[in-house]
């Protein structure tokens, strides 16, 4: 089995150091703010400040395979003929009763629903809704049974009746899916060398899972990884990045946002430089201006290599420590959202649900959520039972013109910051609201997420081994 990363990120995001702003790291950071994104051991880090409870009641994407057209799935019906099934007795009140979850497995876990589970389907189900729970099982994994001392009683009863656990599914001992494969956008520490920030990273033919039960994608990544590491650094810095090139083919890089002083660092094969070919290294050198959500990928056969995972974030946190989102809003922590729609199908930060990360905060907590889209459509992000504040766009605050919003559009590559004050405990659907792109016969797969907020910190770190 595949497993995510474990490095720890050492560099300094907005106002650390000298504007109060706790420290972040893409997969959950150590003081404070909670950037699920990434790796194991930053989801640990978050999961012990802010506890989570990971139920998704939300739809997921009919991905499409490159080459093929698009297709749009819909509810399998019944055989032409055939009477709605209907559940046993014993089954049915087994699976709507009993709130307990039992430990003890009895099979493998598995990317399909049980032979017998869709032989015994309650009354008016179909084989979707088989599988729509299946998805959600293999989303919570060991963490259900957990469930219980974080929403008390009550909720826990209510999931649990939900997800029949009375049928002891294998998954309630599994870890839960988006612990079991690598997730990437770990944020790296630069090099400084003579006042300048050096990041030294390669450009590499990987091979990349979307969820832990498809077939691996020949892919690529910076370092090994989809979406590379996240860079961050300070408005005002003077930065190189160095990429070593270990493809078959050439390439470039793109800082996307930055204001370049010198149009030769803007990474456009014969436009600004010679294509980085097999086994040479380029080094990109500017100055890191204006502050905002930037990000950095390939810009050459873009649509091939951006496609398949040479994309990442880079963040520029202001230099005056006032401005930082800490400061200026209270934010406590951040998620960063990068969208892809090409091969591999649907996809956030890398992966299609139940891989994606959770967004996980305590109630009263203030999180801010970095939209970045490389793909090559429109996805309109909609968070349930919140409203988004929208903050900044393309790396510019919006300061009077700041909005509202529970539906935000974010085309491509365009970035968006939104805040999102949480105050009421619950698991919140959080998705693309082009329903092709979220849910198909199969069950909830593609561009979903959730933001679970608990209602005080609970550490589950044990269940994420």
């Given amino acids: 089995m595949e497993t995510v990363t474990l490095q720890d990120s050492q560099s300094t995001p907005e106002g650390s150091a000298d504007g109060g702003t706790p420290r972040s790291t893409p997969g959950g950071p150590p003081a404070g703010l909670i950037d699920l994104a990434v790796t194991r051991r930053g989801f640990l880090r978050g999961a012990a400040l802010a506890g989570t409870g990971l139920v998704a009641a939300t739809v997921a ?70 599988n729509a729970r299946q998805v959600i099982r293999r989303y919570l994994g060991k963490i259900a049974p957990a469930l219980k001392g974080v929403y008390g009683d009550a909720a826990f009863a209510k999931l649990a009746d939900m997800l029949a656990a009375s049928e002891n599914y294998p998954e309630l001992t599994a870890i839960p899916e988006f612990a079991q494969v690598t997730q990437g956008n770990e944020q790296i520490a630069p090099k400084i060398v003579n006042g300048v920030k050096v990041f030294e990273l390669t450009i590499d033919e990987i091979d990349h899972k979307i969820d832990a039960t498809k077939a691996p994608l020949k892919a690529l990544g910076y370092n090994k990884i989809w979406p590379g590491p996240q860079l961050r650094v300070t408005e005002g810095d003077k930065v190189q990045a160095v990429f070593t090139n270990n493809l078959k083919e050439t390439t470039g890089v793109h800082f996307h946002g930055i204001e370049f002083e010198d149009f030769f660092q803007d990474g456009v094969p014969f436009v600004t430089q010679k294509p980085i070919a097999p086994g040479e290294t380029f080094t990109y050198e500017f100055t890191a201006t204006p502050h905002g959500s930037m990000m950095y990928h390939s810009h050459h056969n873009a649509t091939d290599q951006v496609g398949r995972g040479l994309l990442a974030a880079f963040i520029v946190d202001p230099k005056d420590p006032a401005e930082s989102y800490a400061k200026k809003y209270g934010v406590t922590q951040e998620y960063t959202w990068i969208s892809n729609d090409t091969v591999g199908g649907f996809t956030i930060n890398g992966h299609g649900f139940p891989a994606v990360v959770p967004i996980v905060a305590a109630k009263g907590e203030k999180v801010l959520v970095r939209f970045m889209n490389e793909g090559i459509m429109m996805h309109p992000w909609h968070l349930h039972g919140y409203r988004m504040r929208v ?72 269940l994420l081994t």
Avoid at 103 to 122: E, F, G, H, Y
Avoid at 391 to 399: E, K, P, S, Y
Avoid at 408 to 424: A, K, Q, S, T
């Fill in 61 to 130: 994407a009919c991905a499409p395979a490159a080459g093929q057209a698009w297709q749009y799935a819909t509810s399998k019906p019944l055989a032409s003929g055939s009477a709605a099934p209907v559940a046993s007795a014993a089954a049915s009140a087994a699976a709507s009763a009993a709130p307990s979850m039992s430990m003890a497995p009895t099979a493998a876990p598995s990317a399909v629903p049980s032979a017998s589970a869709i032989a015994n389907l309650p009354p008016g189900w179909s084989e979707h809704d088989i």
């Fill in 391 to 462: 903050v900044a766009r393309d790396g510019a605050r919006l300061g009077t013109a700041e909005f509202f919003a529970d539906t935000l559009g974010v085309n491509p590559g365009e970035r968006y910051d939104v805040i999102v004050d949480v105050d009421r405990p619950g698991v919140w659907a959080f998705h693309c609201h082009i329903l092709p792109h979220v849910e198909g016969t199969e069950g909830m797969f593609g561009m979903v997420n959730t933001l679970i907020v608990t209602p005080t910190k609970v550490d589950l770190t044990p």
